[in-house]
């Protein structure tokens, strides 16, 4: 195979060898000066008008060219980006389509412009719109309004980018779309950031500016006191707001709506419903975790988005017990997006030219413009009419002697001829003429002139009020009034966002509950809660369920204290997840406590027997045990453990009363089921550590068993109840015999030594059901905790007891 031959061509002496020298300074002052042209005027800033960005324009425009109105379907989205991107827009589809999707947002625009099917994207784009192949659109019900007589020559048309179609510079806009909708865009050199506001306000400003041209702005904004976000939340600092309305610069806070809500049974939440304009729930919850797992924010056990589409917005924040949810909210808005500034920059396109505007200058820019297109749609209207009319004047005319025009027509030997002789004949212009040689004789010969009359009546009427609009500046502007107000009253809804002059939630408020004095309650019910106060609680004179307080010690509200269990177990409890109950109660009760299994952890046959502070200095704990054991226990609690063995308890034994000793100089009591008190001092017990298993603290008798222990102050006046009935039978519905003998009616006697009767059995009792001692003012409930009221008191130490109306399950003193 022959190899092919190359040679080179010989140089062309028709190219001459041109260098240019070109300063580069000017190039890029040029080049720069171009592009910045073309951002500011074709893509970044919206036209003061209509308030829309070119590529808003156009996809509303070529929306209404496809025809598709509000009560149409839907159709591809991916349609109509390509229909605008081939005809008017030249750049690129994501472009088109991202200004597409935030125009189908509600979250983004206060009125819609247009009506999107599908996944258009959520607040904050925290789930962004699904790609064009797969969502629909159509014109929202007010963008018929942006559009509306834009084919009566209301506004100018410009060649798109290639010279093949023509494209608005401006919509018709029924209403203030700028102001309603905002608008924001980074040019080269300016941007522009303007909120929305609510419909009705702004359109209550432009009528009121229509009829007032000199009004000022403090006028003004008594129908727009400030912005109107479709998000809703709270807007702080109008001083800001004033300024952007005089200077078209100014800033003003946006904050979240938040409730303070019981969110459980324990714990105060935060109730997030609103959020900052353009800032979404996954973006909150994201930075409230990142700052909790830094630390740098306190108090949040947990944070929830439970939004939905039927409940909406709702994030839930827990709040730790302890913690003052007003002060940690007022730390969310400092460190997180529930509260965001918005910088206000009303730059907009005014005659081609780039401005700062005032709320005023904006609503004088819209008004001139719809001055103009409801002028030029008159005069368009005008002139339609006026056409019709003449041609109804023809036919009227022409219809005096039918006959006459038709034979006219039908003797002629040409158009032109019947054309010029009708003329002559009944005075007609050339386009009466023609419009009458074009009309079908079947038609020209059934035409009613009653009918045509009453058009000529009609059109008449119209051109009247046309010219009477045209000629009348007063009634143009009111016409314009009259159409704004319509608008408002159709599609006009509610403000959403509150406005605030200042922050209404105190900044000085500690972060953490205060670690004020109180006291923790435990009643016979099993109910926990603290008080507001360490003042004792007054003996209300009605009894109510809850009252009976089993056992009381004091605290401070962020301290600990201890529960002992009949297992010989102490368990550590943080006050401050207590519930409190109101400072002031007309009867003491516990019905606003919380459940003690909501606090504590307990085996099945494990029953809690006193609470107890941790104070080491105090002269310790005293129990009893049901075999008849008694111990002081050595107030040794170290910090690092959550759970203590106060006592070594022998097999089948368990503590069936315990108490804090507040002097060491109390009476230690034991009350056993065979009807045995024994008394004597606890200085009779040496304090043990809490290994120890205690000493022989009563005597029993075969068979016996101790029913209750405690510690009485001997100078207190303080009583005995017991309630007598039969082994295996002690329960609610057996009735029993009581008794109540004051305290210092049984002696003092030795430790571990038998004790005295406290009550004599009568015929069927053989045992104690239930046995108490303690101070006056006692009380006595059922196991549901309703109130027993206690007999009358026996001075015989061992008598028998009397019948009781209702059985006592508890009895409890003063607190």
């Known amino acids: 195979?022959?190899?092919?031959?190359?040679?080179?061509?010989?140089?062309?002496?028709?190219?001459?060898?041109?260098?240019?020298?070109?300063?580069?300074?000017?190039?890029?002052?040029?080049?720069?000066?171009?592009?910045?042209?073309?951002?500011?005027?074709?893509?970044?800033?919206?036209?003061?008008?209509?308030?829309?960005?070119?590529?808003?324009?156009?996809?509303?425009?070529?929306?209404?060219?496809?025809?598709?109105?509000?009560?149409?379907?839907?159709?591809?989205?991916?349609?109509?980006?390509?229909?605008?991107?081939?005809?008017?827009?030249?750049?690129?589809?994501?472009?088109?389509?991202?200004?597409?999707?935030?125009?189908?947002?509600?979250?983004?625009?206060?009125?819609?412009?247009?009506?999107?099917?599908?996944?258009?994207?959520?607040?904050?784009?925290?789930?962004?719109?699904?790609?064009?192949?797969?969502?629909?659109?159509?014109?929202?019900?007010?963008?018929?309004?942006?559009?509306?007589?834009?084919?009566?020559?209301?506004?100018?048309?410009?060649?798109?980018?290639?010279?093949?179609?023509?494209?608005?510079?401006?919509?018709?806009?029924?209403?203030?779309?700028?102001?309603?909708?905002?608008?924001?865009?980074?040019?080269?050199?300016?941007?522009?950031?303007?909120?929305?506001?609510?419909?009705?306000?702004?359109?209550?400003?432009?009528?009121?500016?229509?009829?007032?041209?000199?009004?000022?702005?403090?006028?003004?904004?008594?129908?727009?006191?400030?912005?109107?976000?479709?998000?809703?939340?709270?807007?702080?600092?109008?001083?800001?707001?004033?300024?952007?309305?005089?200077?078209?610069?100014?800033?003003?806070?946006?904050?979240?709506?938040?409730?303070?809500?019981?969110?459980?049974?324990?714990?105060?939440?935060?109730?997030?419903?609103?959020?900052?304009?353009?800032?979404?729930?996954?973006?909150?919850?994201?930075?409230?975790?990142?700052?909790?797992?830094?630390?740098?924010?306190?108090?949040?056990?947990?944070?929830?988005?439970?939004?939905?589409?039927e409940h909406g917005l709702r994030l839930v924040i827990e709040i730790k017990n302890g913690f003052v949810p007003e002060a940690v909210l007022e730390q969310l808005y400092k460190l997180t997006p529930m509260e965001e500034s918005f910088g206000i920059n009303n730059v907009a396109l005014v005659d081609g030219q780039p401005l700062t505007l005032g709320l005023k200058e904006l609503l004088e820019v819209y008004l001139d413009h719809r001055f103009n297109v409801v002028r030029r749609r008159s005069e368009f209207r005008r002139g339609k009419r006026r056409d019709r009319l003449h041609l109804v004047e023809g036919l009227l005319t022409a219809l005096v002697d039918i006959d006459e025009v038709i034979r006219l027509i039908r003797s002629s030997e040409n158009s032109a001829q019947a054309k010029q002789r009708l003329m002559e004949r009944f005075s007609l212009s050339d386009i009466q003429t023609q419009y009458i040689l074009d009309t079908p004789l079947r038609r020209l010969t059934k035409y009613d002139r009653i009918e045509l009359e009453a058009e000529q009546d009609r059109l008449n009427a119209e051109i009247e009020e046309l010219t009477r609009i045209l000629d009348s500046d007063a009634e143009l502007r009111k016409l314009v009034s009259t159409e704004l107000a319509a608008v408002a009253k159709k599609f006009g809804n509610d403000r959403r966002t509150l406005l605030l002059e200042s922050a209404d939630t105190p900044a000085a408020v500690p972060l953490q509950v205060a670690d004020d004095p109180c006291r923790v309650l435990l009643s016979s019910t099993g109910l926990l809660a603290r008080t507001a106060d360490n003042e004792p609680l007054a003996s209300g004179a009605k009894r109510v369920k809850h009252d009976v307080i089993v056992s009381a010690v004091p605290a401070t509200a962020r301290g600990e204290i201890g529960v002992v269990t009949s297992l010989g177990r102490l368990l550590r409890l943080n006050v401050v997840d207590l519930p409190q109950l109101p400072a002031a109660m007309p009867v003491p009760n516990l019905a606003g406590g919380a459940p003690l299994a909501e606090f504590v952890s307990l085996e099945d046959d494990e029953q809690v027997v006193c609470l107890t502070t941790l104070d080491e200095s105090s002269p310790g704990l005293a129990l009893g045990t049901e075999q008849g054991v008694v111990k002081r226990v050595v107030p040794d609690y170290p910090s690092n453990k959550e759970e203590l063995e106060v006592i070594t308890l022998k097999e089948g034994d368990r503590i069936v009363g315990a108490v804090e000793l507040r002097t060491g100089e109390e009476d230690l009591v034991f009350i056993s089921d065979d009807a045995q008190l024994l008394r004597y001092p606890a200085a009779q017990v040496r304090p043990q550590g809490r290994p120890a298993g205690g000493m022989a603290g009563i005597k029993l008798t075969e068979g016996a068993k101790v029913i209750f222990f405690t510690a009485v102050d001997p100078a207190a006046d303080a009583v005995v109840f017991t309630v007598a009935g039969s082994r295996g039978t002690l329960d609610d519905s057996v009735q029993t015999t009581a008794k109540l003998t004051p305290f210092d009616q049984y002696p003092r006697k030795g430790r571990a030594t038998g004790g005295v009767r406290c009550q004599r059995f009568l015929k069927g009792e053989d045992c104690l059901a239930l046995a108490w001692a303690g101070p006056l003012p006692a009380k006595a409930a059922q196991k549901n905790g309703t109130a027993v009221d206690l007999p009358e008191p026996d001075p015989r130490r061992d008598g028998s007891g009397v019948s009781l109306p209702k059985t006592v399950s508890v009895v409890a003193g003063p607190v």
């Open 1 to 309: 195979m022959a190899r092919r031959s190359t040679k080179t061509p010989p140089p062309d002496d028709s190219y001459e060898e041109k260098i240019l020298d070109i300063d580069v300074v000017d190039e890029m002052q040029g080049s720069f000066l171009e592009y910045a042209y073309s951002v500011i005027y074709s893509r970044a800033l919206p036209d003061a008008r209509d308030g829309l960005k070119p590529v808003h324009r156009r996809i509303v425009y070529q929306m209404n060219e496809m025809g598709l109105r509000p009560e149409r379907g839907y159709v591809k989205c991916a349609r109509v980006v390509g229909e605008v991107m081939g005809k008017l827009h030249p750049h690129g589809d994501s472009s088109i389509y991202d200004a597409l999707v935030r125009m189908a947002q509600p979250f983004s625009m206060r009125v819609p412009l247009v009506d999107g099917h599908g996944n258009f994207g959520s607040l904050g784009n925290d789930d962004p719109p699904a790609a064009m192949r797969y969502t629909e659109c159509r014109m929202a019900e007010a963008t018929s309004l942006m559009t509306e007589s834009i084919d009566e020559d209301t506004v100018d048309f410009a060649p798109n980018y290639d010279g093949q179609e023509q494209e608005p510079v401006a919509l018709p806009a029924a209403f203030p779309n700028l102001l309603v909708n905002g608008a924001s865009g980074i040019a080269v050199g300016m941007a522009t950031n303007m909120p929305p506001h609510n419909l009705r306000e702004v359109v209550a400003a432009a009528r009121h500016l229509i009829r007032h041209p000199n009004a000022d702005l403090d006028a003004l904004m008594k129908h727009v006191p400030g912005p109107d976000l479709p998000t809703g939340g709270r807007i702080v600092g109008l001083s800001g707001v004033r300024d952007a309305y005089e200077k078209g610069r100014g800033t003003f806070k946006i904050r979240a709506t938040v409730t303070v809500e019981d969110v459980t049974a324990r714990r105060k939440g935060l109730v997030v419903t609103e959020l900052p304009f353009t800032v979404g729930p996954e973006k909150v919850v994201g930075k409230i975790k990142d700052l909790v797992g830094s630390k740098k924010l306190q108090g949040i056990a947990d944070v929830k988005d439970l939004t939905d589409r």
